[in-house]
């Protein structure tokens, strides 16, 4: 579809002239070339930049068709049509190759339409062992590392910034730019669904390692080599009112009862010393503060009053996603997380989004209602102006108009190499912390062992599986740190609720625990409370993401525990009730402290 053929306004005022390819002359200075273009584009092309949406790699490496399930859309049309040119990939290739043939056949698109502006792609954490499809992509043919709480129970700023260069590299091999990470939130919250993914507790840890993040993924400064970092969530979306989400309604308040709202920016500040290109501002509205109580995309005392002039950031602001429009995810009714605005329409919402200095619309495509409010005269061209040169210019820094496409072979060489996958095995041993050791770990190569919660088959190869606690010289028991069942599929992505265990869970572990030796591993991707188990068990480890094999490597010696608590860990829900969540470790007697960590 052309320019004279659409229909929205008369032809007249969307003919363009013919390109001129200045722009395109890498020796010229980005400023510059960034004017050439502007200059050049429609309305509807510049309207396109502000949109990214969702792209999924469809089956055999194609370029997809719609996704009703979550939203994704026909590709070819969104770029052609519509002229979409940031997307956020959905999904995983079987394979690097096919994941890089697949980007070059969507910047074939991309060439083909009047000024052949190239696609920048972007992406959740992939890296990891968390598969929430809203948080973190399936790790596919990358190599797998701890979840960034893991990183933090490491504590080596240089581990942090070798992991985000390793990424780095995989990430460009098949194409991808924009790393929507890290998230260098505070996890003040006990309860909060989102803490796995972030730097635990402490606010100078997280500074630290988030600066390295950036740093590994970026380089010293933005540059055709580097992947640009959309950190997240200004101001902090740690502090939330009981611990709920703010994708979700009953979870849009966040409150500072302990006027800690400075303390969460501090990690943003060693963020933006290292240079971050983009940030995302959290769906939470702030309560009871100087600031405006509303969602933190719409909220223009906190964008331009304090991130633009108090901060000076002249990056990208790309709002979390679906802001503006309701929707629906797996055939249930999803609305717009609008919070403090639901009762403004979507042209009102993306008004006061622009109005509060975002640049962006994450997890939208509506480009047809932004260009209906300048051609109304309710918003000038001029300020699409402001922010098209922004993300043009990332454009050209990133060296997509000079090398648009990637070589698969080179993707096949480095994306999962031995080399990358054995520093992310090797990270997830180290992340294993050991927070208690009565002289059972590391256990004995060949020992009888009762397994509950590992693969019997996988432990036969370090141990004797048997069937009861009298055959048993130790049991082995892993579980995952407790959450409530909520009422849809999309809710019970985000663990939320109580981190008490089931009373059935309990008496289960304690009566292996007062049979025969037993050591209790537990996944936490949220504080778990682990006191009614605590003193019967003879050992007890955590991960933060880790495979079978590397627990299993470290249980039975065959590498040693090197983790510390990025965060407390609570003694009871009370105490987790009477937190104030904006506060670094308020929560009372904590049963084990940040920090805390055995070794062998």
């Avoid at 190599?143 to 581990?159: F, R, V």
């Avoid at 009762?343 to 997890?363: I, N, T, W, Y």
């Avoid at 080399?419 to 060949?446: D, H, I, M, W, Y």
Wanted: glycine content about 8%; aromatic content about 8%.
């Amino acid at each position: 579809m052309t320019d004279t053929d659409q229909t929205t306004t008369p032809a007249a005022e969307t003919r363009a002239p013919e390109a001129d390819p200045r722009f395109r002359d890498a020796s010229l200075p980005i400023d510059e070339r960034v004017e050439n273009l502007l200059a050049q584009m429609t309305l509807d092309e510049k309207a396109g930049l502000f949109f990214q949406t969702m792209m999924t790699i469809g089956e055999g490496g194609t370029v997809a068709g719609p996704n009703p399930a979550f939203g994704i859309a026909d590709s070819t049309e969104m770029i052609r049509d519509r002229h979409l040119t940031h997307f956020n990939v959905f999904g995983a290739a079987s394979s690097a190759a096919e994941m890089a043939e697949w980007h070059n056949r969507v910047q074939e698109v991309a060439a083909s339409t009047r000024l052949g502006i190239p696609v920048t792609f972007s992406t959740d954490p992939r890296h990891s062992f968390s598969d929430n499809p809203l948080a973190a992509m399936m790790a596919g043919p990358f190599s797998q590392w701890p979840e960034t709480m893991g990183l933090a129970a490491i504590g080596d700023e240089a581990l942090v910034e070798r992991f985000a260069d390793i990424a780095r590299q995989e990430y460009t091999a098949v194409g991808i730019r924009v790393a929507l990470h890290p998230q260098i939130d505070l996890a003040t919250e006990p309860r909060w669904a989102r803490q796995s993914a972030t730097f635990g507790e402490d606010p100078e840890l997280t500074s630290r390692l988030g600066a390295a993040y950036i740093r590994g993924f970026q380089g010293s400064e933005l540059g055709p080599d580097s992947v640009a970092t959309m950190t997240k969530h200004f101001p902090g979306g740690g502090p939330q009112k009981d611990g709920e989400d703010p994708h979700f309604p009953y979870g849009r308040e966040q409150v500072y009862p302990g006027g800690q709202f400075e303390t969460h920016l501090k990690p943003f500040e060693a963020a933006f010393e290292a240079g971050t290109s983009q940030i995302m501002p959290y769906y939470g509205m702030p309560v009871g503060t100087e600031y405006e109580e509303v969602g933190f995309g719409f909220n223009k005392s906190v964008i331009t009053g304090l991130l633009r002039e108090r901060y000076g950031f002249d990056g990208i602001v790309c709002t979390d996603w679906g802001l503006i429009s309701d929707g629906e995810i797996g055939g249930e009714p999803f609305p717009a997380r609008a919070w403090g605005v639901e009762h403004l329409s979507p042209r009102e919402r993306m008004r006061k989004v622009l109005d509060a200095g975002a640049d962006q619309f994450g997890g939208e495509s509506i480009p047809e209602l932004l260009i209906d409010l300048v051609r109304s005269g309710e918003l000038p061209e001029e300020r699409l102006d402001v922010s098209a040169r922004r993300l043009l210019r990332e454009k050209f820094r990133l060296g997509l108009f000079d090398a648009p496409t990637v070589d698969p072979a080179r993707a096949t060489a480095v994306v999962g190499n031995a080399e990358f996958v054995a520093a992310g095995e090797a990270a997830q041993r180290a992340s294993v912390t050991l927070l208690k050791n009565e002289s059972v770990l590391p256990l004995a190569r060949g020992a009888k062992v009762l397994v509950r919660g590992f693969d019997p088959e996988l432990v036969a190869g370090y141990a004797t599986v048997v069937d009861t606690v009298e055959e048993a010289d130790a049991a082995l028991v892993r579980l995952h740190a407790p959450y409530e069942q909520r009422s849809t599929m999309f809710e019970n992505f985000f663990h939320a609720g109580s981190l008490d265990f089931e009373q059935e869970t309990v008496d289960e572990v304690l009566a292996i625990a007062r049979a025969v030796p037993t050591v209790l591993h537990v996944f936490l991707d949220r504080p778990a409370i682990l006191t009614p188990i605590a003193g019967e068990a003879a050992a007890i480890s955590v991960d933060y993401g880790a495979s079978p094999v590397a627990l299993l490597d470290v249980l039975f010696g065959e590498a040693a525990p090197q983790g510390r608590l990025p965060m407390d860990l609570p003694s009871s829900m009370a105490a987790v009730e009477a937190n104030r969540p904006d506060v670094p470790f308020d929560t009372a007697d904590p049963l084990f402290r940040f920090g805390h960590g055995l070794s062998y």
